[in-house]
Nanobody, 126 residues
Framework: QVRLVESGGRLIQAGGSLRLSCSAS????????MAWFRQAPGKEREFVAA????????RSADSLKGRFTISRDSANKVVYLQMNSLKPEDTAVYYC???????????????????WGQGTQVTVSS
């Protein structure tokens, strides 16, 4: 019912900045949650950031706060991830995810999301 398409990933040198986009189509809910996750080779899928279409409850993972910022354009159904001061350890496939409205839960738990994009590769070189 919901289609998510990520874009913006590419090879970039350490210290650079990159902006990823996630375009959503289909039925969405104002209270629904959108998030970014990433997965590097040999590692578990990691929570990056989340935000509601209303703009409420925006947050980034503690380890990324200050470098990564999530934002959204609810009118156009686009979610962004601004990544600054990139490091080689940021190299991963970045996924966009959508969660149907719920009263409570763990936004960092990938299992609680209902829709996923195909992912976009971000490679940070030394």
């Amino acid at each position: 019912q919901v289609r998510l398409v990520e874009s913006g990933g590419r090879l970039i040198q350490a210290g650079g900045s990159l902006r990823l986009s996630c375009s959503a189509s289909g039925r969405t809910f104002p209270a629904g949650l959108m998030a970014w996750f990433r997965q590097a080779p040999g590692k578990e899928r990691e929570f990056v950031a989340a935000i509601r279409w209303t703009g409420d409850n925006a947050r980034s993972a503690d380890s990324l706060k200050g470098r990564f910022t999530i934002s959204r354009d609810s009118a156009n159904k686009v979610v962004y991830l601004q990544m600054n001061s990139l490091k080689p350890e940021d190299t991963a496939v970045y996924y966009c995810a959508a969660q149907l409205p719920r009263l409570r839960g763990d936004v960092t738990n990938s299992a609680e999301y209902d829709y996923w994009g195909q992912g976009t590769q971000v490679t940070v070189s030394s």
